[in-house]
């Protein structure tokens, strides 16, 4: 399995004081080898991975046993115990494309209280790039963007699996956020029940990335 962009948040100043002598890459394999034995001590898992999560990121997921919960909740636990893994770092400058996901409600079936066509939020969001001539893949999480011509939107940056004009197939996950990150009121639950969505799955074959990938962009 190969894991880009996976994992966003590595470094705190924290463990960085903890761990001067280790390298990014070597911070990011004590991740993985944490998340690929994880059943063997949850607890250590989460102490380790928690330690080295950026400040930014542990003031929106912590306190630790908040993050722990989130760590086993979907779609983080899709990599829990893995038994292989390899990855790539890449930068900005290097990726190829942009991927995409544009969640809105419906105009005409909207949840009562909901603006019509808006943005839905707090949602999880994956993609799996798989070059079809090679089988390579690329997994990645969409965050929260924002511009000014698509407005909210879940993306990615990334480096396709191959070459530009190579064919591709596209995966989509839709989670619906778990209680940890969304409560739903009592007049929600009557009339909605006990989530925001039902969680839904998008497949695209024989998808041409080059004339995107050849495109500039800001």
């Keep these: 399995m190969c894991i880009r962009d996976r994992i966003s948040c590595t470094g705190g100043e924290s463990a960085i004081e903890e761990s001067k002598s280790?390298?990014?890459?070597?911070?990011?394999?004590?991740?993985?080898?944490?998340?690929?034995n994880f059943s063997d001590n949850p607890e250590e898992a989460v102490d380790l991975i928690w330690?080295?999560?950026?400040?930014?990121?542990?003031?929106?997921?912590?306190?630790?046993?908040?993050?722990?919960q989130m760590l086993v909740s979907e779609p983080y636990d899709s990599i829990i115990d893995l038994k292989e893994y390899s990855y790539e770092?890449?930068?900005?400058?290097?990726?190829?494309?942009?991927?995409?996901?544009?969640?809105?409600?419906?105009?005409?079936?909207t949840p009562e209280?909901?603006?019509?066509?808006?943005f839905v939020a707090y949602l999880h969001i994956t993609s799996k790039v798989t070059n079809q001539k090679t089988g390579l893949s690329t997994f990645i999480d969409l965050i929260p963007h924002i511009n000014l011509i698509?407005?909210?939107?879940?993306?990615?940056n990334i480096s396709l699996p191959g070459k530009k004009d190579d064919l591709y197939t596209v995966e989509f996950?839709?989670?619906?956020?778990?209680?940890?990150?969304?409560?739903?009121?009592?007049d929600w639950l009557d009339?909605?029940?006990?989530?925001?969505?039902?969680?839904?799955?998008?497949?695209?074959e024989?998808?041409?990335?080059?004339?995107?990938?050849?495109?500039s962009r800001k």
């Design 51 to 68: 330690s080295f999560a950026h400040e930014d990121n542990k003031e929106i997921t912590g306190p630790k046993e908040r993050f722990g």
């Design 113 to 118: 209280g909901s603006p019509k066509g808006g």
């Design 22 to 36: 280790l390298n990014s890459e070597e911070v990011l394999n004590l991740i993985l080898e944490s998340y690929k």
């Design 173 to 186: 996950n839709v989670i619906p956020p778990t209680n940890i990150e969304l409560s739903l009121h009592k």
């Design 150 to 156: 698509d407005n909210y939107h879940y993306a990615r």
């Design 191 to 204: 009339k909605y029940g006990n989530q925001l969505m039902t969680k839904q799955y998008f497949l695209y």
């Design 206 to 215: 024989n998808v041409n990335f080059e004339e995107i990938a050849n495109a």
């Design 89 to 109: 770092v890449t930068y900005e400058n290097e990726t190829n494309v942009h991927i995409e996901a544009r969640v809105n409600w419906d105009i005409k079936n």
